[in-house]
């Protein structure tokens, strides 16, 4: 199985900072890698596929970037309603695997 | 609008099994792959399996083989996953998630979840 180590586990920002979240995948993932934003006691929402697609809805202040083991999530002026738990997601090959997850706070 | 309808929520004996439903509305059901995810407190999120409706073609994660079956109806838009032999470590939410385009394996919509709790 592919193992995906999330970091931080924590991180606490101001508004309208710059936040990077990184994955780094056990092996090569060929871009094969997702993000997600979980807000407390909801299911989550998909935010970028393949490593650097938006999906629809989604502000771009939202972008992704990587290539073979490491992955990045960038936000790039960080927002109140940001705070979430992120996940990464590698969905290139089976079983897919999950990321431990980020929680994001505003200081 | 996409919407993924999931089933109410259920306490369950140490033992038993359940089933539960992810009803899909606005997009056609057979276009798609279903996903079917656990998120628990102390696993965090785990895929567990996947289900093509239109050929009933299902893919699971070695872990949840013989814990978890996913079935599809295609008359009424509805996938399903039935849990066996369900012990503490199956208490969690539950999840499914449709495909990305057609059968790409992100998940880009999700259900609101189904809680199971396991006591007696």
């Known amino acids: 199985d592919i193992q995906m180590t999330q970091s931080p586990s924590f991180l606490s920002a101001s508004v309208g900072d710059r936040v990077t979240i990184n994955c780094k995948a056990s092996q090569n993932i060929n871009k094969y890698l997702d993000w997600y934003q979980q807000k407390h006691g909801e299911a989550p929402k998909l935010l970028i596929y393949n490593t650097n697609n938006l999906q629809t809805g989604i502000p771009s202040r939202f972008s992704g970037s990587g290539s073979g083991t490491d992955y990045t999530l960038t936000i790039s002026s960080l927002q109140p309603e940001d705070v979430a738990t992120y996940f990464c997601l590698q969905h290139s090959s089976r079983p897919l695997t999950f990321g431990s997850g980020t929680k994001l706070e505003i200081k | 609008e996409v919407k993924l309808q999931q089933s109410g929520d259920e306490l369950v004996r140490p033992g038993a099994s359940v089933k539960m439903s992810c009803k899909a509305s606005?997009?056609?059901?057979?276009?798609?792959?279903m996903h079917w995810v656990k998120q628990s407190p102390g696993q965090g999120l785990e895929w567990i399996g996947t289900?093509?409706?239109?050929?009933?073609?299902?893919s699971y994660n070695q872990k949840f083989k013989g814990k978890a079956t996913l079935t599809a109806d295609k008359s009424s838009n509805t996938a399903y996953m039935e849990l066996s032999r369900l012990t503490s470590e199956d208490s969690a939410v539950y999840y499914c998630?449709?495909?990305?385009?057609?059968?790409?394996?992100?998940?880009?919509?999700w259900g609101q979840g189904t809680l199971v709790t396991v006591s007696s």
């Open positions: 606005g997009y056609t059901f057979t276009d798609y792959a």
């Open positions: 289900i093509i409706p239109l050929i009933d073609t299902t």
């Open positions: 998630a449709r495909s990305g385009n057609n059968y790409a394996n992100w998940f880009a919509y």
